[in-house]
């Protein structure tokens, strides 16, 4: 069913909100260590 609606396995899922971009670079960059 993803593949059909064309997400691939390889897909990074971002999800963000209210919070200030400072802290979503820093919190993407922890994670991607």
């Known amino acids: ?3 059909e609606s064309g997400i691939r396995p390889n897909t990074i ?3 963000v909100g209210t919070e200030h971009a ?3 670079i820093y919190d993407l960059s922890q994670a991607l260590e």
């Open 1 to 3: 069913e993803l593949l």
């Open 13 to 15: 899922r971002l999800s």
């Open 22 to 24: 400072d802290d979503l």
